[in-house]
Antibody, heavy 117, light 108 residues
């Protein structure tokens, strides 16, 4: 059974850093395209980042230069390193598998990140 | 960037009736369009990809249609569990991968 479990969220002041983790089971993170999608309170879905073949990466303009996506084969885990956090980064962060049909077929339950001053 | 616009923002429909949700793309996305369902406190769930192909386990009452810039998600004979927020997503021109702002389907 495919499962994604995020962790690492929390309360952080502006300018701070957090690292989110997404532990996968039922498939191999390094053999699949993986992504982070976030949802601000009461808002819609916003794509954040994607990692694919050869560990190449894409980022939304809103996080480029501040966030870094990576993955570890030994832990079968996806990460999102978030630096220089801003109030507008406050959201639930979901990890998701980006499958062959170019859609997000499996999602984690999300982890809350709150940036407050 | 392809901007996705969904309408209406909120749709009120009675159980057993049909719901029609719309999604418009600012540029043609061919058939590269997906639909997701999200219930309160839950992660989104993939319903439709390729504009009209149902994902595994999705009931036949969900159907998608359209191409280029105009897409529709139709839910025939609404069940209580179908009341949720629905998002469209394009994957024709990316990055960025873009979503619509969502349509809230509520019980009338």
């Amino acid at each position: 059974e495919v499962q994604l479990v995020e962790s690492g969220g929390g309360l952080i002041q502006p300018g701070g850093s957090l690292r989110l983790s997404c532990a996968a089971s039922g498939f191999t993170v390094t053999s699949n395209w993986m992504s982070w999608v976030r949802q601000a309170p009461g808002k819609g879905l916003e794509w954040v980042s994607l990692i694919y073949s050869g560990d190449r990466t894409f980022y939304a303009d809103s996080v480029k230069g501040r966030f870094t996506i990576s993955r570890d084969s030994s832990e079968n885990t996806l990460y999102l390193e978030m630096n220089s956090l801003r109030a507008e980064d406050t959201a639930v962060y979901y990890c998701a598998r980006y499958d062959f049909s170019n859609t997000f077929d499996y999602w984690g339950q999300g982890t809350q990140v709150t940036v407050f001053s | 960037e392809v901007v996705m616009t969904q309408s209406p923002a909120t749709l009120s429909v009675s159980p057993g009736e049909r719901a029609i949700l719309s999604c418009r793309a600012s540029h043609s996305v061919s058939y590269n369009l997906a639909w997701y369902q999200q219930k309160p406190g839950q992660a989104p769930r993939l319903l439709i990809y390729g504009a009209s192909t149902r994902a595994t386990g999705v009931p036949a009452r969900f159907s998608g249609s359209g191409s280029a810039t105009e897409f529709t998600l139709t839910i025939s004979s609404l069940q209580s569990e179908d009341f949720a927020i629905y998002y469209c997503q394009q994957y024709n021109n990316w990055p960025p991968i873009t979503f619509g702002q969502g349509t809230r389907l509520e019980i009338k």
